[in-house]
């Protein structure tokens, strides 16, 4: 088989991205503005939530969620060990404290069953993080710790679903990435989701240098000399309209891409089901994967090289590969601050060491899968 080269992600876009670009432009209206407000829309729509609130990238949209639940100095908060690190950062942006919590070595989410062993009276709020696109088990929480603020890190999980909500409609307020490794792409970008006017409000204020109106609503009002009331303490984390404008397509392909992914997703799962060595992923019964990575665990006791060594052959057969994300308390600056240790976390600490992504995206064809599956068996 002829050797290929398959990173591990491309943005599918194409002519009709091209074309939505050409009203901000010719318009000359390419800061926030009416396209953000068209994708907060659809995005809000097909999310079942009321509002839907554009942001720079999913870590400023995890920064004002916490603002907006109240975490701030002496606080903490619940976080899965096993994360991307931007997860934690938040909540040091916040000057909180993050409580690391381990996770479900079948799903790699938050382990929920543990969470009563962490709560104290400092606790705040709640990150559940849905890991490579899987819904992290919101209704136990929410069940067990009502007053707790869940902050949806959604980063992954545009499109996916828990028993028939989706992401971003089941805790309190939702934050997702549109980074070019996701499912639907902006270039950079997030959004935030609630259900909540009061939250809403504030975060809007919040994303916009703490302005009452927007920039949009001012030069377009009967009284545009009039500036907004700066009431409080805000950032400058708007989308462009840009960025929304290719949003805007975006979102209306999202239902498309998750089901190719999902039909091959199964494939990659057939396909690579007796590889003694390999875990395939788990999707629960009433879970709806988004599909953003397909991540594979390695079981080195079996498997005939170490999962390093593993990427490094597929490497060089030109398939891209990376860990499926990192164990966050390993990293320098929280194993120092929190003087943590590797084994504190044993299951995020197996799927930091044994984790491989491999590729999957809306641009591979067939013999893409075909070449990998091969590769694979091929050890």
């Known amino acids: 088989m002829e050797k290929r080269y398959i990173p591990i992600s491309i943005p599918s876009m194409g002519n009709e991205e091209w074309e939505a670009l050409k009203a901000p432009i010719e318009s000359g209206w390419i800061t926030q503005g009416p396209k953000v407000k068209e994708f907060e829309k659809l995005f809000a729509e097909r999310h079942n939530v009321k509002h839907a609130l554009a942001v720079s990238n999913c870590t400023t949209a995890l920064h004002l969620a916490l603002l907006a639940c109240g975490v701030k100095k002496g606080d903490e908060v619940i976080v899965p060990a096993f994360t991307w690190v ?11 404290t993050p409580v690391f919590i381990d996770i479900d070595p079948v799903t790699f989410n938050i382990d929920v069953t543990q969470i009563k062993n962490k709560i104290t009276a400092k606790t705040k709020a709640i990150i559940p993080v849905h890991l490579f696109g899987l ?40 934050c997702f990435s549109f980074h070019p490794r996701k499912s639907i792409t902006t270039g950079e970008g997030g959004m935030l989701t609630t259900d909540d006017d009061a939250i809403a409000t504030h975060l809007d204020k919040l994303r916009n240098h703490g302005a009452s109106i927007s920039e949009e609503q001012r030069h377009h009002g009967p009284k545009p000399y009039i500036l907004s009331a700066f009431d409080i303490v805000g950032y400058n984390y708007r989308m462009t309209d840009l960025q929304g404008a290719l949003g805007t397509v975006q979102i209306k392909k999202l239902d498309q891409f998750i089901d190719e992914r999902q039909k091959w997703a199964d494939y990659y799962s057939e396909n690579l089901k007796d590889i003694s060595w390999l875990h395939t992923p ?34 060089q057969k030109g398939i891209a590969t990376r860990p499926g994300t990192h164990a ?25 060491q ?17 070449y990998i599956i091969s590769a694979l068996k091929s050890f």
Request: net charge negative; glycine share 6%.
């Open 328 to 352: 966050v308390h390993m990293l320098g600056a929280y194993a120092n601050t929190f003087n943590l240790k590797p084994h504190d976390f044993p299951n995020a600490y197996a799927a930091d």
């Open 86 to 96: 931007a997860t934690a950062n938040a909540v040091m942006y916040c000057n909180a």
């Open 135 to 174: 819904c992290a088990d919101v209704d136990f929480i929410q069940q067990n710790y009502p007053t707790l603020k869940i902050i949806e890190d959604g980063a992954c999980a545009a499109g996916a679903s828990l028993r028939g909500k989706p992401a971003g409609s089941l805790g309190d307020i939702g």
């Open 282 to 315: 788990i999707v629960p019964d009433d879970y709806k994967h988004g599909w953003q990575s397909y991540v594979l665990f390695i079981d080195e006791e079996k498997s005939p090289l170490k999962r390093n060594d593993i990427m490094e052959v597929l490497q």
């Open 354 to 370: 044994y984790s491989m992504s491999i590729p999957l995206h809306n641009k591979m064809v067939k013999e893409d899968f075909d």
